[in-house]
């Protein structure tokens, strides 16, 4: 009976857990539907509250409740005090870790690049169970009703676990990599691929439902915001569609050098931002696909950018992290980080993480 009960208890909180309420910013993108959406304005300019050597980040960091949590590309996962930066704990894998963490209710989810599975105790760093797949793991993990933990590997499947037990509750087989990481709502997930496809499939019985193929590899996750998700290809081709049906609302195709889009957008009802690697941050209307307003930067953007208020934060392959304004596409302030920044800002608590690839982890408040 008391097993059962403890069982019962850590349901709960892991359902409740999955309305994420702010200032935290537990996964990648802040929230299931991958939105990109910081629930807390953060105006700049910035200044450094802190910075820890930590080793090259790709990934992006989680913010839990005072605790950061960064994984980096030596294999490291690191938990940090928020307020300071000092080390609570040091997980070790024996791969590389490019997917970020997800922490939910006090478990902490994380892949690695070996294409092992973690879950951890978030407090301490404690193995709770591990899940292998048969190929490298970049997707972040995306926690679903039912105590349910969905992501992808390269082996091609997209996996639902139990978040308790770690047991397979059922894997879907895509034609390629999985590269993106789940976007959950309204019963189902969309993943999309290195097939092409977008794709949508059932929570609880891993039955697809819908796809679409969008010409060319994808190695964004798609975002929502509402009914809609969106996405862009490697081959600079966006959509915009609804979930149900499905229903595709518009597509277009970037024509600048080097259009290609590795990085998911941030997503509003009335608002779309995407990154490219034709050295641009981008806004378009959610509901046509039209141009609102383009920003340059000086390198490729493969850093998801995160809308906070009024202004977007985006990050350059330059190592320069830019406040760019919401409305006009003009550049607020901008960060020197050094390093490439691939990985994509954390937002929460009046503060801004982010790892760079020359192993620095910042803090800006």
Same mark, same amino acid.
């Given at each position: 009976?008391?097993?059962?009960?403890?069982?019962?208890?850590?349901?709960?909180?892991?359902? *409740?857990? %999955?309305?994420?309420?702010?200032?935290?910013?537990?996964?990648?993108?802040?929230?299931?539907?991958?939105?990109?959406?910081?629930?807390? #304005?953060?105006?700049?300019?910035?200044?450094?509250?802190?910075?820890?050597?930590?080793?090259?980040?790709?990934?992006?960091?989680?913010?839990?409740? @005072?605790?950061?949590?960064?994984?980096?590309?030596?294999?490291?996962?690191?938990?940090?005090?928020?307020?300071?930066?000092?080390?609570?704990?040091? !997980?070790?894998?024996?791969?590389?870790?490019?997917?970020?963490?997800?922490?939910?209710?006090?478990?902490?989810?994380?892949?690695?690049?070996?294409?092992?599975?973690?879950?951890?105790?978030?407090?301490?760093?404690?193995?709770?169970?591990? !899940?292998?797949?048969?190929?490298?793991?970049?997707?972040?993990? $995306?926690?679903?009703?039912?105590?349910?933990?969905? !992501?992808?590997?390269?082996?091609?499947?997209?996996?639902?676990?139990?978040?308790?037990?770690?047991? *397979?509750?059922?894997?879907?087989?895509?034609?390629?990599?999985?590269?993106? $990481?789940?976007?959950?709502?309204?019963?189902?997930?969309?993943?999309?691929? %290195? +097939?092409?496809?977008?794709?949508?499939?059932?929570?609880?019985?891993?039955?697809?439902?819908?796809?679409?193929?969008?010409?060319?590899?994808?190695? #964004?996750?798609?975002?929502?915001?509402?009914?809609?998700?969106?996405?862009?290809?490697?081959?600079?081709?966006?959509?915009?569609?609804?979930? *149900?049906?499905? *229903?595709?609302?518009?597509?277009?195709?970037?024509?600048?050098? @080097?259009? #290609?889009?590795?990085?998911?957008?941030?997503?509003?009802?009335?608002?779309?931002? !995407?990154?490219?690697?034709?050295?641009?941050?981008?806004?378009?209307?959610?509901?046509?696909?039209?141009?609102?307003?383009?920003?340059?930067?000086?390198?490729?953007?493969?850093?998801?950018?995160?809308?906070?208020?009024?202004?977007?934060?985006?990050?350059?392959?330059?190592?320069?992290?830019?406040?760019? +304004?919401?409305?006009?596409?003009?550049?607020?302030?901008?960060?020197?980080?050094?390093?490439?920044?691939?990985?994509?800002?954390?937002?929460?608590?009046?503060?801004?993480?982010?790892?760079?690839?020359? @192993?620095?982890?910042? %803090?800006?408040?």
């Amino acid at each position: 009976m008391k097993k059962s009960l403890t069982i019962a208890v850590i349901a709960l909180a892991l359902a *409740q857990a %999955c309305a994420f309420p702010q200032p935290n910013w537990p996964m990648f993108r802040g929230d299931p539907g991958l939105s990109g959406l910081a629930r807390q #304005a953060l105006a700049a300019p910035l200044h450094v509250a802190w910075s820890e050597q930590i080793g090259p980040v790709e990934s992006t960091a989680a913010m839990v409740d @005072g605790v950061v949590y960064c994984a980096t590309m030596k294999g490291k996962l690191l938990a940090l005090d928020l307020a300071t930066g000092k080390p609570r704990w040091t !997980f070790s894998s024996k791969n590389s870790i490019s997917a970020s963490p997800a922490v939910v209710s006090g478990t902490l989810y994380i892949g690695d690049e070996g294409g092992v599975f973690y879950a951890l105790r978030a407090s301490t760093g404690k193995l709770l169970f591990k !899940f292998p797949t048969e190929d490298k793991i970049v997707s972040s993990a $995306t926690p679903a009703p039912g105590n349910r933990i969905l !992501f992808g590997s390269w082996d091609g499947h997209l996996y639902c676990l139990d978040a308790i037990t770690g047991k *397979q509750r059922w894997a879907f087989k895509t034609d390629a990599q999985v590269n993106a $990481t789940p976007c959950v709502l309204n019963g189902l997930v969309a993943i999309a691929g %290195c +097939d092409g496809k977008v794709r949508t499939i059932d929570i609880k019985t891993g039955h697809q439902r819908s796809a679409f193929s969008l010409g060319g590899n994808i190695g #964004a996750s798609p975002a929502s915001s509402g009914q809609r998700i969106y996405v862009g290809s490697l081959s600079g081709i966006y959509i915009g569609m609804k979930v *149900q049906g499905p *229903q595709v609302l518009w597509s277009m195709r970037e024509h600048e050098d @080097g259009a #290609a889009c590795y990085a998911s957008a941030a997503a509003t009802p009335s608002a779309l931002v !995407f990154g490219s690697r034709s050295n641009r941050v981008f806004r378009v209307n959610p509901a046509n696909g039209k141009p609102v307003w383009s920003c340059s930067t000086k390198a490729e953007v493969n850093s998801s950018p995160v809308i906070a208020g009024t202004v977007v934060w985006a990050g350059s392959d330059d190592g320069t992290l830019l406040a760019i +304004d919401l409305g006009t596409g003009k550049i607020l302030w901008h960060f020197v980080a050094g390093g490439q920044l691939k990985a994509s800002p954390a937002i929460g608590d009046r503060r801004l993480v982010i790892g760079t690839t020359d @192993g620095m982890l910042y %803090c800006l408040k």
